[in-house]
C-alpha cells in the first residue's frame, strides 16, 4: 500500500494535468514526488526552498489571481511557523486555498519536537471558515484531496499522516460514518485512529459503544453526534479519540450537545512533550493511545458516568 504522502504526490500531479487553475508550491520537502509534474507543468509546481512563510505568502498570491494553489510541507512548517501568513495571505485577504500537511503528530518521532505539530488542528480552529480533513487512509485522503482542490475558492486544511488504518472506508467529506453501534456511549475516532479504537472496544467481552468514524473535523459534524446520541439507550458520555492536542474537538462536542445532559472526553496527544521518542508504536503507547490503554481510559470514563 501507498503512503498518504505517495498518493498525494500522485493524485496532485494528475490534477495538475485536467484543471489549469491549479498550482502547486512546495518548501523542499515532497519535491521528488512532482519530479513529473514539475518538467509537464513548470510554471504550476513552484518549489520555493526552505521558506515556509514564502510558501504561503506565494500560494495567497496565487490565490489572489483567481489560481487554486495546493501547498505541502510538514505540518510544523505549514501551519506553525507560518501562521501569521496563513491568517493574513489567505483569511485576511478573502481567499482560499488547500494546505497538505505531512508529520503532524508523531509521524516522525526521531525528528523529534521540531518535527511535531500536535496542536495544528487546534490552531488552525482559531481561524474562520476553514475545512479540516483528517484522512485515515490512502484512498480517503485521495478522495479528500479531489474535493479540497474542486471546492471553488474555499479553505481546506488535509492533514496526512504516515500512521494510517488498515482498510479505507466509505466516507463522505464534511459527515461522520457509524461504523459501530452500542447502548453505553458514543466513541468519535479521527482518521488514523479508528483501527486502534475497534481494538480497544471490541476486545474480549466488548464495550457496548457506538463507533463514529470522522475524517472531517471541521466542521464538526454535530448532526451525527446528535443523532448516535440520542438514538442509544445510555448515550450522553461521548468519548473523542484525536491524533492531535487532546481535547482540541471537545468545545465543538459540547456545542452540538448543548440541550442534552451529556460528559465529554477529548482523548489525544498531551500537551507534556515527550522527549524519549522510539518508534511510532511506543509513541502512541507513551501518549495512552494504543488499544490497551485506549481501552483503560474508555471504560473508566463509561464506569464513572454510570455511578
Known sequence: MDTMRERFASTASRLLDDDPRLAVV?????????????????DRVINVGIREQLLVGVGGGLALTGMRPILHTF?????ERPFEQVKLDF????????LVSAAGSYDWPAGGFTHMAPGDV???????????HVPGHPDEAEALLRDA????????YVRLSAHANAAPRPIAPGRFLTVREG???VVVAVGPMLDGV????????????????????????????????GAAAAATDVVLVEPYLAGT????????????????????IARRELRRYGTMEEHLAGQGLDPVSLRERIAGFLRTGRR
Open 183 to 185: 447502548r453505553d456511549g
Open 198 to 229: 475497534l481494538s480497544a472496544v471490541e476486545e474480549g467481552e466488548g464495550l457496548d459503544v457506538t463507533v463514529l468514524y470522522a475524517t472531517t473535523v471541521r466542521p464538526f459534524d454535530g448532526r451525527a453526534l446528535r443523532s448516535a446520541t
Open 249 to 268: 474537538s471537545t468545545a465543538a462536542a459540547n456545542d452540538a450537545l448543548a440541550d442534552v445532559p451529556h460528559r465529554v472526553l477529548g482523548l489525544g
Open 149 to 156: 482542490a474542486a471546492a471553488g475558492d474555499d479553505s481546506v
Open 26 to 42: 512546495l518548501a523542499e520537502i515532497g519535491k521528488d514526488g512532482f519530479a513529473d509534474a514539475l518538467r509537464a507543468h513548470p
Open 91 to 98: 483569511g485576511h485577504q478573502g481567499v482560499g486555498g488547500v
Open 75 to 79: 505540518a510544523s512548517f505549514l501551519v
Open 122 to 132: 487546534a490552531l488552525m480552529d482559531t481561524l474562520d471558515g476553514w475545512t479540516v
